[in-house]
């Protein structure tokens, strides 16, 4: 029963005041309108404020203000077994409010929140294996995993086949690859078929070119990278930190929403499930997804292939939305064999 923990890596900032250029991100990875109805999003997380109630502190705690107008399936709180997966933290609300809230990349999606997570963004092995049972048979067509296990960790069967199942049934499987600043891509994102995906900063002021973060996890199992930011920089030069933009609650006041700066491969995933499901909209068969977002993306390596340290490139969403074909970009990694 291994821990998992959410995958930011930079503890939430809020700004004075939301400026366009803290949206960089989008203007990176070329986001295009496309109508997402019709496709539902598994949000494997620590929840989302998804309704008004009142904790077990008797304190009233409000609906996310965004969550207007957005459906709300098959919630699921696969830690405790219930029904209620209100958002223990601040982080599950942060990540749907990049997919369905503002900046709403998958807009008009379905959002199916699933708590794998608790206040200290830590969940079990049977709670995730819950929670991708959970989603799988309640509809999702993509479930988002922004956490990640720990290094050495080896899944056990069961969890094996909860992904090998979701992965059958159509789900696609979009995983964070992890904060370690190695090179050994944590678990889920590791399983085969998962959508592996780095964060990524900018590469310099103004150009909107991306590069891997410092502290992103990289490997031979990373399929892209997304922009995941880092609030210890101002690369565009705005008078704020180059952070992943979206709506959430202050954990210490729980009843006040404002918008949040994020670092870290959670927020660069989120937006690869986003993209996925902009795929699934235009009819892209859910088996076919994995490899148009590698095809698409923008290679950051000399050689134009793949590489280690930034998988198949930058996602590209404009390009991935194409509608003719995109080549699948490949490469022999070579490794030196012991006997």
């Known amino acids: 029963n291994a821990v998992t923990r959410g995958a930011s890596w930079f503890d939430g900032l809020p700004p004075a005041r939301v400026r366009p250029s803290m949206l960089w991100n989008l203007l990176a990875s070329r986001w295009v309108p496309v109508d997402d109805r019709g496709v539902t999003i598994a949000l494997l997380d620590s929840g989302v404020a998804w309704r008004e109630h009142t904790d077990a502190r008797g304190a009233v705690r409000p609906r996310a203000p965004w969550l207007a107008g957005v ?3 098959s919630p699921r709180d696969a830690l405790h077994g219930d029904d209620t997966p209100d958002d223990a933290s601040n982080h599950g609300t942060h990540l749907a409010s990049i997919l369905v809230g ?3 990349l ?7 929140p699933v708590q794998v997570l608790d206040a200290d963004l830590a969940g079990t092995e049977a709670a995730l294996i819950a929670g991708l049972d959970w989603a799988r048979t309640h509809g999702a067509h993509v479930a988002n995993l922004s956490l990640a296990f720990g290094r050495g960790y080896y899944p056990s069967r069961a969890l094996d086949r909860a992904v090998a199942a979701a992965l059958r049934a159509g789900v696609v499987l979009v995983a964070a690859a992890g904060n370690g600043g190695d090179d ?12 592996a995906v780095g964060a990524a ?3 310099g002021p103004g150009n909107g070119r991306l590069a891997p973060a410092a502290y992103a996890t990289t490997g031979a199992a990373l399929d ?3 922009p995941g930011g880092d609030l210890t920089r101002d690369l565009n030069r705005d008078g704020v930190p180059d952070g992943i933009l979206g709506v959430t609650f202050d954990p210490a006041r729980p009843t006040r929403f404002a918008p949040w700066l994020f670092a870290g491969s959670s927020q660069a995933a989120v937006q690869v499930s986003a993209a996925a499901a902009r795929l699934l909209a235009l009819g892209v068969p859910a088996a076919e997804v994995p490899s148009r977002l590698r095809s698409s993306a923008t290679s950051l390596s000399r050689g134009g292939g ?10 590209d969403v404009a390009r991935s939305t194409r509608r003719e074909p995109l080549p699948e970009r490949t490469a022999v990694q070579l490794a030196a064999t012991f006997v």
């Open 306 to 315: 793949f590489d280690p340290r930034s998988g198949a490139g930058a996602l």
């Open 201 to 203: 900063v900018l590469d």
């Open 102 to 104: 503002y900046p709403g």
């Open 106 to 112: 998958a807009a008009g999606a379905s959002l199916m």
């Open 71 to 73: 459906r709300v399936v």
């Open 224 to 226: 892209l990278l997304a």
């Open 184 to 195: 050994d891509v944590r678990f889920p994102a590791a399983f085969p078929g998962v959508v």
